[in-house]
T-cell receptor
Framework: QKEVEQNSGPLSVPEGAIASLNCTYS??????FFWYRQYSGKSPELIMS????GDKEDGRFTAQLNKASQYVSLLIRDSQPSDSATYLC?????????FGKGTRLHILP | DGGITQSPKYLFRKEGQNVTLSCEQN?????MYWYRQDPGQGLRLIYY???????QKGDIAEGYSVSREKKESFPLTVTSAQKNPTAFYLC??????????????FGEGSRLTVL
C-alpha cells in the first residue's frame, strides 16, 4: 500500500462548480497534512495545511480531515480556469513529509 | 527578500559525471528537504535534515549524497551511481517544533538533464 494515494485524474469540472479532490494515507501516526498546487514546470505552492479533524476554510478552499478514516480532501468552490493545475497531497510523519502523485484538475470554461 | 534559492536552474551533465545542486535559504528554517520529480509524477523524497550536521535518507537516496554544514545550506550531489538522474529537483525548507503544522516552502527547482 502506498503511503499517500491520490486519483491521478484528470478531473474535469465546469467553471463555477465545486471541485473535490481526495487523498488517503496509510500511516495512522501521521501528524499534519497539506495541499499544494503545482502548475506545469513550476514548483509546488502551499494552499492549505490541516492537522485537526474537521474542516478548515480559507477563501474558496476547504480542507477536510478525517483521521479515523485516514482521509484528507480539498474542496474548491466557484472553480476558475486559473485553478487548472496538479494538486498534491502531502503527509507529515515524524518530520518525513511524503507526497502523493497528484491529481490533475482541469476547469472547463 | 526571504526565500529559498536553488542553482543552477538548468544543468546538463554527461553520463559518469557527478553534479552538485545548490540550495540556500534565508528563512531561518531548521529543516530542509530534497525531492525529485519525474514527468507526470509526484515528489519523491531523497534526503532531509532537521538540524545542522544531521540528515536522514528518504525513499530514493541511492546514488545521491548531501551535507548540512550550515543551517542555511543543503547541497545535493547527484553521483554517477544514480541510474536515471534526469529529473526536476526541488529543495524545500520548513519550521519545526510542537504546535506548528510546519509547511514546506519550495525553491524554484533545478532541472537536470543527462546527455
Amino acid at each position: 500500500q502506498k503511503e499517500v494515494e491520490q486519483n491521478s485524474g484528470p478531473l474535469s469540472v465546469p467553471e463555477g462548480a465545486i471541485a473535490s479532490l481526495n487523498c488517503t494515507y496509510s500511516d495512522r501516526v501521521s501528524q499534519s497534512f497539506f495541499w499544494y498546487r503545482q502548475y506545469s514546470g513550476k514548483s509546488p505552492e502551499l494552499i492549505m495545511s490541516i492537522y485537526s479533524n474537521g474542516d478548515k476554510e480559507d477563501g474558496r478552499f476547504t480542507a477536510q480531515l478525517n483521521k479515523a478514516s485516514q482521509y484528507v480532501s480539498l474542496l474548491i468552490r466557484d472553480s476558475q480556469p486559473s485553478d487548472s493545475a496538479t494538486y498534491l497531497c502531502a503527509v507529515n510523519r515524524d518530520d518525513k513529509i511524503i507526497f502523493g502523485k497528484g491529481t490533475r484538475l482541469h476547469i472547463l470554461p | 527578500d526571504g526565500g529559498i534559492t536553488q542553482s543552477p536552474k538548468y544543468l546538463f551533465r554527461k553520463e559518469g559525471q557527478n553534479v552538485t545542486l545548490s540550495c540556500e535559504q534565508n528563512l531561518n528554517h531548521d529543516a530542509m528537504y530534497w525531492y525529485r520529480q519525474d514527468p507526470g509524477q509526484g515528489l519523491r523524497l531523497i534526503y532531509y535534515s532537521q538540524i545542522v550536521n544531521d540528515f536522514q535518507k528518504g525513499d530514493i537516496a541511492e546514488g545521491y549524497s548531501v551535507s548540512r554544514e550550515k543551517k542555511e545550506s543543503f547541497p545535493l550531489t547527484v553521483t554517477s551511481a544514480q541510474k536515471n538522474p534526469t529529473a526536476f529537483y526541488l529543495c524545500a525548507s520548513r519550521t519545526t517544533g510542537q504546535g506548528w503544522a510546519g509547511e514546506l516552502f519550495f525553491g524554484e527547482g533545478s532541472r537536470l538533464t543527462v546527455l
